[in-house]
């Protein structure tokens, strides 16, 4: 990955995009470009993280979950109560981010983004059959 002026206004359109309520997280890929970065807003916790990797994962929640690329849909979902993740900022120097509930959570979700998930992909069968019935009446 280059650390240039592209990825500087990248960072800087996520970080102004999960400023909008309602939004916690955005990874680059949402967003058509292959750049392993996300940008986060939960809890007063404003921040981004390029090249993420979780480090830690521990205990165990469940709770609701919706996603910008999926709009309109919300499921529960089983997900780590306390995640860890790590990266670089801009500078490319070390950037080591630990949230527990909601940003647990979201560190989660924009993680899978990177790697080509969504927070369906791992539902139950129950639940994602709902979910797709709930997509379906959207079109």
């Given amino acids: 990955m280059r650390f240039d002026d592209a990825l500087a206004r990248l960072v800087t359109d996520l970080l102004d995009t999960v400023r909008v309520p309602g939004r916690a997280g955005l990874a680059a890929s949402q967003i058509g470009s292959s750049l392993a970065v996300f940008a986060y807003n939960v809890d007063d916790q404003l921040g981004?993280?390029?090249?993420?990797?979780?480090?830690?994962?521990?205990?165990?929640?469940?709770?609701?979950?919706?996603?910008?690329?999926?709009?309109?849909?919300?499921?529960?979902?089983?997900?780590?109560?306390a995640?860890?993740?790590?990266?670089?900022?801009?500078?490319?120097?070390?950037?080591?981010?630990?949230?527990?509930?909601?940003?647990?959570?979201?560190?989660?979700?924009?993680?899978?983004?990177?790697?080509?998930?969504?927070?369906?992909?791992?539902?139950?069968?129950?639940?994602r059959g709902a979910v797709m019935r709930k997509i379906a009446d959207l079109a």
């Fill in 48 to 81: 981004y993280v390029i090249n993420p990797r979780v480090t830690e994962l521990t205990g165990s929640q469940e709770g609701p979950e919706a996603c910008l690329s999926v709009p309109g849909v919300s499921a529960t979902r089983q997900r780590a109560a």
């Fill in 83 to 127: 995640a860890t993740v790590e990266g670089v900022d801009l500078g490319q120097r070390p950037v080591r981010v630990t949230g527990t509930g909601e940003l647990a959570r979201c560190l989660q979700h924009e993680t899978d983004h990177l790697r080509g998930e969504l927070f369906i992909d791992r539902l139950g069968p129950a639940a």
